[in-house]
């Protein structure tokens, strides 16, 4: 058990230094290590535990210590949140203090525009990840991009989320898809 406790540590302290553009950023990895290199979950599994993060109150990040739940109860829990968030908190502890002493500096503009396109493909990874682990078709790819591009143009995400459940549901009505999408 120390061994998996430190393993789901190690696993989640590195991300806390990557997680550029939040949780997202880092899904993809998160799920190649706790599915494909430690086998603490299956590719359904994992969708799952995201499923729950997401509608659960908080940051989406919090997933982490669903995984660490998974695969340690409690300790496994507290292991995982500790390396994804403690990390990262401390570094931004000094990051924050660096960054308020230099103002509009060249050096802190260049960082800005550097770090968005790298955030946006992190974030980019994590959603094919997802969508790779749940199987999912092209409905759910066309939909994605639909909507991706619905909110691109300045809609809605309540009026974009509203089109996309009346469009399955009346889909699943008519008998196009089954109920799970």
Do not use: C, N
Not at 51 to 57: G, K, V
Not at 162 to 172: D, E, K
């Amino acid at each position: 058990m120390p061994d998996r406790l430190l393993a789901l540590f190690l696993v989640f302290a590195p991300l806390s230094l990557v997680s550029l553009g939040g949780g997202p950023s880092i899904f993809a990895e998160m799920q190649r290590q706790a599915v494909e290199v430690h086998h603490w979950m299956t590719p359904q599994e994992f969708t799952e535990l995201f499923a729950i993060s997401r509608a659960a109150p908080g940051p989406g990040s919090l997933i982490s210590a669903l995984v660490g739940w998974q695969a340690a109860g409690f300790a496994g829990a507290l292991a995982a949140a500790l390396g994804l968030y403690g990390p990262s908190s401390l570094m931004m502890l000094a990051v924050g203090h660096w960054w308020r002493r230099r103002g509009d500096s060249p050096a802190r503009k260049v960082i800005e525009r550097g770090l968005a396109p790298l955030a946006v493909g992190l974030i980019f990874a994590g959603v094919l990840t997802l969508l790779r682990a749940d199987g999912a078709g092209w409905l759910e790819v066309a939909t994605l991009l639909a909507s991706a591009a619905a909110l691109l143009r300045g809609a809605s995400p309540y009026l974009v989320m509203l089109v996309v459940a009346l469009l399955y549901a009346g889909l699943q009505q008519a008998g196009a898809i089954g109920s799970g999408g």
